[in-house]
């Protein structure tokens, strides 16, 4: 399976500021996704992060508060743009290798907006 | 009615008893189904994953996928106080497809 790390692992905002999340993998993998975890919920598909192209977003996520940026196969970012108490929730990003249909997850970032 | 559906709990059980885990969906075209489990603070971790119908046994772990009744199961055996941590199950039609996500449900093992 794929190592997954993410940065920061924690981090405490103010309102109306933009936090960047960042995703490594140690390997070339096929897809990479954004997902949001809030307190005591289960995982929402944020978007799929495409290699050299617009991410995917799903149903109730949108590119101006989430812009998500996948430069290589290996490393993808995440914007959680002009924060809000609403967006305090763990964030994880997951990879699909190729030929593979399990997916891993990152140890996840856990915001805390005030 | 969601796509999965899997009783939150919490369950709580003994040092070694037998753990049923299970999920439902409604989504006939899923094909891959997988259980992670997650510790308080960390991302999930891949259990198991099963393609189709069937059980598959790894260690103290069996999962079973019933697809005629849309059904799916995780048994966990001589279940430890390590054991204690959220299970959610998951589900995909394959290929690129999203993966589902059931509630989760939180298990407690007891000394």
């Known amino acids: 399976s794929a190592v997954i790390s993410q940065k920061p692992s924690r981090d405490i905002c103010q309102r109306g500021t933009s936090l960047t999340i960042q995703c490594q993998v140690d390997s070339q993998v096929t897809m990479m996704f954004w997902y949001r975890q809030q307190p005591g919920q289960s995982l929402t598909l944020i978007a799929t992060a495409n290699q050299g192209s617009e991410a995917t977003y799903e149903s109730g996520f949108v590119i101006d508060k989430f812009p998500i940026s996948r430069p290589n196969l290996t490393f993808s970012t995440l914007t959680v743009s002009n924060m809000s108490p609403e967006d305090s929730s763990i964030y994880l990003c997951s990879v699909l290798a190729s030929g593979k249909y399990e997916q891993y997850f990152g140890p996840g970032t856990r915001l805390t907006v005030t | ?111």
């Open chain 2, 1 to 111: 009615q969601k796509e999965v559906e899997q009783d939150p709990g919490p369950l709580s059980v003994p040092e070694g008893a037998i753990v049923s885990l299970n999920c439902t969906y409604s989504n006939s075209a899923f094909q891959y189904f997988m259980w992670y489990r997650q510790y308080s603070r960390k991302g999930p971790e891949l259990l198991m994953y099963t393609y189709s119908s069937g059980n598959k046994e790894d260690g103290r772990f069996t999962a079973q996928v019933d697809k005629s009744s849309k059904y799916i199961s995780l048994f966990i055996r001589d279940s430890q106080p390590s054991d204690s941590a959220t299970y959610l199950c998951a589900m995909s039609n394959g290929g690129y497809n999203k993966l589902i996500f059931g509630a989760g449900t939180r298990l407690a093992v007891h000394p």
